[in-house]
């Protein structure tokens, strides 16, 4: 059954503490993307990745970092540098060939 | 730069009732439009998209968008609503040098059984 994966489904955290969020797909797409949405904020970009071992900072990236190792695997470090970290993340993949983002379930992070 | 606006934040219907969500873009030249919803508890997923030729896009759902370039629109509509179709619905954009999608606000829709 394919699709994305992403682990866990809530993480709490303490302030001043690193987190990393997985996402997981086994769709075979080359892009993956790292959305944070907030309420009344629709979903803001932070990374994207085209290919393995090459990402981007997307519009909202300070705080932020990411690693694409894997052509399967995107996972989100959220640091403590990151001001206001408490969202719901989503994570996305695309084929080349295609303009359709697919979704995970996404993970609600809550730092305190 | 490229902007989405989603003209209504929350929209609150009774069943059978009829719905248009507004969408209106920045960019002027070639685009991929989308309308995304995010059903409660689920994952978000695409509702519909235009790319080219016929302006009028049928979706899941009994959904459809129009695409009307003149407008920079992309207006979602349901001639009838089911309380199935409570939602948030996203509306986006791709501009034809971009590889990102550009996002509008979101709509949420309460529909009233």
């Known amino acids: 059954d394919g699709g994305i994966t992403q682990s866990p489904k809530y993480l709490f955290r303490k302030e001043g503490q690193n987190v990393t969020l997985s996402c997981e797909q086994n769709?075979?797409?080359?892009?993956m993307y790292w959305y944070r949405q907030d309420p009344g904020q629709g979903l803001r970009l932070i990374y994207y990745?085209?290919?393995?071992?090459?990402?981007q900072k997307g519009d909202i990236a300070e705080g932020y970092s990411v690693s694409r190792e894997k052509k399967e695997s995107f996972p989100l470090t959220v640091t403590s540098a990151q001001k206001n970290p408490t969202a719901f993340y989503l994570c996305?993949?695309?084929?080349?060939?295609?303009?359709?983002?697919?979704f995970g379930p996404g993970t609600r992070l809550t730092v305190t | 730069a490229q902007s989405v606006s989603q003209h209504n934040h929350h929209v609150i219907l009774s069943e059978a009732a009829s719905l248009e969500l507004g969408c209106n873009y920045s960019?002027?030249?070639?685009?991929?439009l989308f309308w995304y919803v995010q059903y409660p508890g689920q994952h978000l997923q695409l509702l519909l998209k235009?790319?080219?030729?016929d302006p009028l896009v049928k979706g899941i759902k009994g959904f459809e968008a129009e695409f009307i370039k003149s407008k920079f629109s992309f207006n979602l509509r349901k001639p009838s609503v089911q309380w199935s179709d409570t939602a948030e619905y996203f509306c986006a954009v791709k501009d034809g040098n971009n590889r990102k999608l550009i996002w509008g606000l979101g709509t949420s829709l309460a529909v009233n059984p």
């Open positions: 235009y790319f080219s030729g």
């Open positions: 990745s085209q290919i393995v071992n090459d990402f």
């Open positions: 996305a993949s695309k084929a080349e060939s295609s303009y359709e983002q697919y």
């Open positions: 960019y002027g030249g070639t685009v991929n």
């Open positions: 769709l075979n797409h080359d892009a």
